[in-house]
């Protein structure tokens, strides 16, 4: 069983930078898949960023270039590195890992995480 908390969100203007973070408990290495999610109001789930046990990454469009997803496996931290944020940027984010280390098939819309933290409210004004 893992917990999934993350932190770090916040209100910025456009163009600034935030750094997520997701603490992970009950966490082995190199078992997961972990991503992060956003949801804005009104709108669907959408999965931004995923990184496998081998640290191999994948992200949505819509982010390539501007977000990172990077993990400490000493800390057992997830985090999401967001630059240049845009307003289409506010959402909820939330972390989520699930027991597939290799990330397989985890981009199908139908895919759902296993576990799931709280969520870290970014705020994004122009």
């Known amino acids: 069983q893992l917990q999934l908390v993350e932190s770090g969100g916040g209100s910025v203007q456009a163009g600034g930078s935030l750094r997520l973070s997701c603490a992970v408990f009950g966490y082995s290495y190199g078992s997961y898949c972990m991503g992060w999610f956003r949801q804005a109001p009104g709108k669907e789930r959408e999965g931004v960023a995923r990184i496998d046990s081998a640290g191999g990454t994948t992200y949505t469009d819509s982010v390539k270039g501007r977000f990172t997803i990077s993990q400490d496996n000493v800390k057992n931290t997830l985090y999401l590195r967001i630059n240049s944020l845009q307003p289409e940027d506010t959402a909820m984010y939330y972390c989520?890992?699930?027991?597939?280390?290799?990330?397989?098939?985890?981009?199908?819309?139908?895919?759902?995480?296993?576990?799931w933290g709280q969520g870290t409210q970014v705020t994004v004004s122009s």
């Open positions: 989520a890992a699930d027991p597939n280390p290799n990330c397989r098939n985890t981009q199908s819309r139908n895919y759902e995480f296993l576990y």
